[in-house]
């Protein structure tokens, strides 16, 4: 009696990373010491702006490693975070920094990276952090989270209607942030609302603008600071697995366990 085919596991798409430190060797050796996991796929660059833009624009790498402090500049790093993430949204940016500074932690974020990570760990828990940042996290300690919910807490409140008293997000862009603060993925908030992934991108691009901030991480705290009632809210008649959606303290105590930090729901890592 034949016996029934078994299939084949797929192949796993490796990570595709690109490395720049403040030295080209430095590079290199970042490049050998991460090769060591198999599921990262990475190249060391030239610390040179041109270099790592064209590297990022012919490779297509998923992360990018970028040393906070590149050509003798203390802050050709956050430059090229910005550029990268206006230029190629797709890619995840990860800043390497000396220590953390809370002002060079906020200037992360504001740039566009996706995480920071300080050279005093190891690489292993490097590329824990390159996995987390790629699976659409956020990535960055409690002390360096509690740095940022500060500078926000500083900053101007976000503006919650026009100059008419209308809402600034239209009802679908509420249930999108709605998603974010669940700490869904891209593709997960396409599925529950019946969108496309493109369309997602643009409505969060749209969202960023509208409330003046540049990362989910803002959109999560602008939840808790002026629409905590949107938590666990029903997002959208598509979504019938997930109407009454999980509570964003539950996605803050599953994040943190999986980045083993201790961080209050105010300062749950988002998903990117």
């Not at 610390?47 to 802050?75: C, F, M, R, W, Y």
């Not at 008293?165 to 993925?185: M, N, P, T, W, Y």
Request: a positive charge.
């Amino acid at each position: 009696m034949a016996q029934p085919a078994v299939p084949l596991p797929q192949k796993m798409d490796r990570i595709r990373v690109l490395a720049a430190e403040s030295t080209r060797m430095n590079s290199q050796l970042l490049a050998e010491a991460l090769a060591q996991d198999c599921q990262l796929e990475v190249m060391g660059i030239e610390p040179k702006q041109a270099s790592i833009l064209a590297a990022v624009a012919q490779q297509n790498p998923h992360v990018v490693l970028i040393s906070s402090a590149l050509e003798d500049s203390g802050t050709q790093g956050f430059d090229l975070a910005r550029q990268i993430a206006a230029t190629c949204p797709g890619t995840r940016v990860i800043l390497l920094m000396d220590n953390s500074h809370p002002g060079s932690v906020v200037q992360a974020f504001r740039c566009g990276a996706h995480g920071v990570f300080s050279r005093t760990e190891s690489s292993k828990s490097l590329a824990k952090c390159i996995h987390s940042v790629h699976q659409g996290q956020v990535w960055a300690n409690s002390a360096e989270l509690r740095c940022v919910i500060e500078a926000l807490r500083e900053s101007e409140p976000m503006r919650l209607v026009d100059s008419g008293g209308e809402a600034i997000l239209s009802k679908r862009e509420q249930d999108v942030v709605r998603c974010v603060a669940e700490g869904l993925s891209n593709r997960e908030i396409a599925s529950c609302l019946g969108l496309t992934e493109h369309t997602v991108k643009n409505y969060l691009f749209r969202i960023f603008d509208k409330l003046g901030v540049s990362s989910r991480v803002e959109v999560v705290l602008y939840v808790f600071r002026f629409r905590k009632d949107w938590v666990g809210a029903p997002a959208s008649q598509h979504s019938p697995v997930r109407a009454s959606g999980p509570k964003l303290m539950s996605a803050a105590v599953k994040t943190a366990s999986r980045m083993r930090l201790a961080v209050p729901p105010s300062a749950v890592m988002a998903r990117i």
